[in-house]
C-alpha cells in the first residue's frame, strides 16, 4: 500500500509524500496526476471540529471560520466576500478599516482557527476546523 495510508474513519487514503488525501480510484494514478474528480462529487468536509489529522499536512493556525456556518478560509477578504453574499452582512466600517477612536465591532466570523483540508485545488478542498494535538492525540489511522 505504500505510499499511501487508509484513513478509516472518513473511507480515504492518504499519500505519504504530499500529505493529501486521494480517492481509491486514484491510486495509479495520483503520482503522475490527478484527474478524476467524479467520485469527490458527493464528499464533504466534517462540519464538526474533529482532531487533527497527523497523516495531513499540519494544520493551519490562521483559519477565519463564519459563525453562521461552516465555511472557513486564511484570507480576511474572502470571509468578508462569504459573509457579505451568503448572509448580507454589512461591514460598519468605511473600507474595511476601523474609524479612528472606535470601538472595534464584532464580527462575524472567528480567527486564529485551526484547520486542514483533505484535498487541493479540487471539489472537496474546503478547510474543516480540528482540535490541535496539545488538547488530544491526533487521528492517526
Keep these: 500500500m505504500e505510499p499511501f495510508i487508509v484513513l478509516l474513519p472518513f473511507h ?19 503520482l503522475p496526476l490527478w484527474n478524476n474528480q467524479q467520485e469527490l462529487q458527493n464528499f464533504t468536509v466534517p462540519k ?14 490562521d483559519g477565519l471560520k463564519c459563525n ?12 468578508q466576500t462569504h459573509c457579505h453574499m451568503i448572509h448580507n452582512w454589512v ?21 486564529g482557527v485551526p484547520c486542514q483540508q483533505f484535498f487541493q485545488g479540487r471539489h472537496g478542498s474546503a478547510l474543516f476546523e480540528v482540535i490541535l ?7 492517526t489511522q
Design 12 to 30: 480515504l487514503l492518504v499519500c505519504k509524500l504530499c500529505k493529501r488525501a486521494i480517492p481509491v480510484d486514484e491510486i495509479t494514478t495520483h
Design 48 to 61: 464538526e471540529p474533529i482532531l487533527a489529522i497527523d497523516l495531513l499536512q499540519a494544520p493551519l493556525l
Design 68 to 79: 453562521s456556518c461552516s465555511y472557513i478560509v486564511c484570507n480576511v477578504q474572502k470571509i
Design 91 to 111: 461591514n460598519p466600517n468605511k473600507k474595511g478599516h476601523q474609524i479612528k477612536g472606535s470601538e472595534p465591532h464584532d464580527m462575524p466570523w472567528r480567527s
Design 133 to 139: 494535538p496539545s488538547a488530544h492525540t491526533a487521528v
